[in-house]
């Protein structure tokens, strides 16, 4: 079963041709991964499929009640803290208990648990980025869109958080749309791999 469908999509940035008649197919409950170059595309197509641009002609259905983003900035609110951070996307009708046993989870699955209190601008870039991933799915997001979120991870690192990430996909099964340049990384992570050149 489909969860997004793309046809015959068509992209320009004045005269620069994006996507000249693009179609792809993205399966639910699997993870898709996107792999190309710099500038082929990849950031504008998960802008497309989360309807932040519209400026285009063709199909897009996406069939989803809620998305997740991982942006390429971390995004990150600057005066919480990383637990409130990952807390502030939990719906608030959640306990308290239940809040806290969602962001720990996360935050142990990037190894930032000990980081919880710490503020934004106290962190490295790298830790940022793994903020912004836990915080994107600790929010019960039925289609995750994830640009380039193991950027600037260590090899080691990356290794972990990515098995980590695994096993959790293997208990949600939710839709997960990755874009990377990362051929590695693809093969590791994607039940199908798109290949934009």
Do not use: W
Not at 45 to 51: K, Q, Y
Not at 144 to 154: A, R
């Amino acid at each position: 079963m489909e969860e997004i469908i793309i046809k015959d999509l068509y992209k320009y940035y004045g005269d620069n041709k994006v996507f000249y008649n693009l179609n792809l197919k993205f399966t639910k409950g699997k993870i898709t991964m996107v792999l190309g170059p710099s500038g082929c595309g990849k950031t504008t197509l998960l802008n497309i499929i989360a309807g932040i641009d519209k400026n285009y002609s063709g199909q897009v259905r996406v069939n989803r009640k809620n998305i997740s983003y991982v942006f390429q900035e971390d995004r990150l609110i600057p005066n919480l803290s990383v637990f409130e951070n990952v807390a502030f996307v939990i719906k608030s009708g959640e306990k308290r208990k239940d809040i806290d046993s969602i962001v720990n989870k996360y935050l142990e699955m990037v190894q930032l648990e000990e980081y919880g209190d710490k503020f934004p601008d106290e962190l490295s870039g790298g830790m940022k980025r793994r903020v912004a991933l836990a915080r994107a799915l600790a929010y019960n997001g039925d289609l995750i869109l994830m640009d380039e979120p193991f950027k600037g991870l260590d090899f080691e690192l990356k290794n972990k958080i990515m098995d980590k990430f695994l096993q959790i996909q293997m208990e949600k099964k939710r839709t997960v749309i990755i874009v990377t340049h990362d051929k590695e990384e693809a093969q590791k992570l994607g039940d199908m791999i798109y290949s934009l050149d």
